[in-house]
Structures are given as structure tokens and as C-alpha cells.
């Protein structure tokens, strides 16, 4: 049985290092190409199965030769990819990413594939994988996603509610624990000075049945969950490429408490993990193994 079902998506990552991110009609020069694996969904199944989880990949690729290397680069990782479909309408997911001096980027999806995943297939996939856990984010349809919660057994539902539009359709009731940045909270509970994140991970953790957990980038996390407010600072680190950071964080996180550590440890464990993965380049390549989490997560805590 696998202990974490992760529906999402799928992509190639083609990444860019420039000095700086373009602005609008200006074109940077002196930039540095490399392919990465990536998508939210796959980062986050990655991110879980080297924390040491059992992991099934709920998505779809394209009939093309990225797919190809995206599956194989997941079962190389130790993720089930059973229920990931191959589409022939559409050609596999891919993000374009700038990325500056400082680790930060800007990215441009054509989502491909992950706009084909067929809602029932993902709820009959889940109903047969029974997992303990199931983590879903939003570069796939809302539906897909309601399809995996809502068909998931009492356990843990997860949901990275990145990106954040005015088109969320994803009921909170139904999710136990989210997870965003301080701008997504602000956007979710329609406050727009994001001043206070300890009022809104509390406003976000009475829409779900558990909590949230509002991540802040350098200035670490506040988290609102089972009636207690956690507050972590960030771990230092050499940013290199926040790419994929997030991602980490919400696959080792979930991975914690799937492996029944407390809720402060799981977030100290999270928070590690996305401290390691933005001081190494790419998306999937930078999700770090369990020992490394580990040994930064008990250094601090020590």
C-alpha cells in the first residue's frame, strides 16, 4: 500500500540563469541553459519518497520524448508512477524559468497534459491505492483535485494551494491542513496587507479541518494547526534557486507526519528541507535525501 498518493503535475523544467529577470520588452543576455525535471506535483512525490515515504504519482504526461524521461526519472526516484496516464491530445507539461544572482525566478507554464487528467480516473485510482495521505496542489485542475480528496480515505489531505486565483474551486472543508505563501493567504482570506501571518494562518485554518501553515520565505513559517500556532524561523542558507524550495517543503512535511512525528517536528523537518533544496539548482534535483534533512533539522533543534 502506499503510504502517500500526490496528484499534480508533471513537467519539464527549461531553466535560464541570467544576471537578472527581464522586465516586460527587455531582453537579458549572458544566460545559462539547463533541462531539469519539475511540476509541482512530481517535485513533491520526489521530495516525499527521499524522505523515506512510499509514493504514487497521480497525473499525466505527453506522448513525446520528455515523458518518457520524466517517468523514468520518477521510478529512478522510487515513485509509483501506475496511475500516471499518457495523453495523446497534448504534449507533456513544460515550465520556462528565469532565474537571477539572488535565487529568485519567474515562470511561464504551458501545462499541457496537466490540463487532461480525467477527474475519474484519478478518484478510481485513489479509492484502489487507499493511501494514508494524499497531497494535491493547483497546476492541475480543480476537479482532479476534489476527485483525490474526495475519494481518499479517512487520513491526511494536504493541498498547496499555489497558484492562487480568483477560480480556487477547491473546497477548504475538505482539506486538513493547507499550505501557501504569505501572498496566497492574503489572496485566499482577501486581506491585502499580508501583515499579519499569524491572523491569517488562524483565518485559514478555520476553513480546513485541521490547520495552515503560511510559509515566509527568510523569515521562516507560521503555522495555526490542531488549535496551536507554531512559529519557526527560516534555517540559514546560500540561496542558489528557490525552484522547487516549497515543494520540498510540502513533500518532507507530509512525509513527517505520515511517519507519525508531531506536528513541530514535521514542520522543522519541512522547513529543512526547503532550506536545502533553494542552495541547489534545479527543481527535482534539489529535493534532499532524509540523512541531510535530518542532520540540519537536529542541529537546530539542539
Not at 532565474?99 to 480516473?121: L, Y
Not at 473546497?171 to 491572523?199: K, Y
Not at 536545502?276 to 541531510?292: E, F, K, N, R, V
Amino acid at each position: 500500500m502506499s503510504r502517500i498518493a500526490v496528484v499534480g503535475s508533471i513537467n519539464q523544467d527549461i531553466v535560464i540563469r541570467v544576471p537578472q529577470i527581464p522586465r516586460p520588452g527587455e531582453t537579458v543576455h549572458h544566460g545559462r541553459l539547463a533541462r531539469y525535471a519539475g511540476g509541482k506535483g512530481a517535485n513533491q512525490a520526489v521530495a516525499a519518497a527521499r524522505a523515506g515515504a512510499s509514493v504514487s504519482m497521480l497525473g499525466a504526461v505527453g506522448p513525446d520524448a520528455a515523458g518518457d524521461d520524466l517517468l523514468r526519472g520518477l521510478t529512478a526516484q522510487r515513485v509509483d508512477t501506475t496511475h500516471v496516464a499518457r495523453v495523446g491530445s497534448a504534449a507533456t507539461g513544460t515550465a520556462l524559468i528565469a532565474v537571477d544572482d539572488t535565487g529568485a525566478n519567474s515562470i511561464a507554464v504551458a501545462e499541457g497534459a496537466n490540463f487532461q487528467i480525467d477527474p475519474a480516473a484519478v478518484a478510481s485510482a485513489v479509492a484502489g491505492i487507499q493511501p494514508v495521505a494524499v497531497i494535491g496542489q493547483r497546476e492541475v485542475p480543480d476537479d482532479v483535485t476534489n476527485a483525490a480528496f474526495g475519494t481518499a480515505p479517512p487520513g491526511l489531505r494536504v493541498l498547496n494551494v499555489s497558484p492562487v486565483d480568483e477560480d480556487v474551486a477547491i473546497d477548504l472543508g475538505q482539506v486538513d491542513i493547507a499550505v501557501v505563501n504569505e501572498i496566497e493567504a492574503a489572496q485566499l482570506t482577501g486581506d491585502s496587507s499580508a501583515d499579519d501571518p499569524e491572523g491569517l494562518a488562524r483565518a485559514l485554518a478555520m476553513q480546513s479541518h485541521r490547520g495552515c501553515v503560511v510559509t515566509l520565505g527568510g523569515d521562516g513559517l507560521v503555522a495555526h494547526v490542531d488549535g496551536h500556532t507554531h512559529v519557526q524561523p527560516a534555517f540559514p542558507t546560500t540561496v542558489v534557486d528557490t525552484t522547487g524550495a516549497g515543494d520540498a517543503f510540502c513533500g518532507v512535511f507530509t512525509a513527517a507526519l505520515v511517519a507519525g512525528r508531531s506536528v513541530e517536528t514535521a514542520l522543522r523537518w519541512g522547513q529543512a528541507a526547503g532550506a536545502l533544496a533553494a542552495g541547489t539548482p534545479g527543481a527535482q534535483p534539489s529535493m534532499p535525501i532524509a540523512d541531510d534533512i535530518r542532520r540540519l533539522a537536529e542541529a537546530e533543534l539542539a
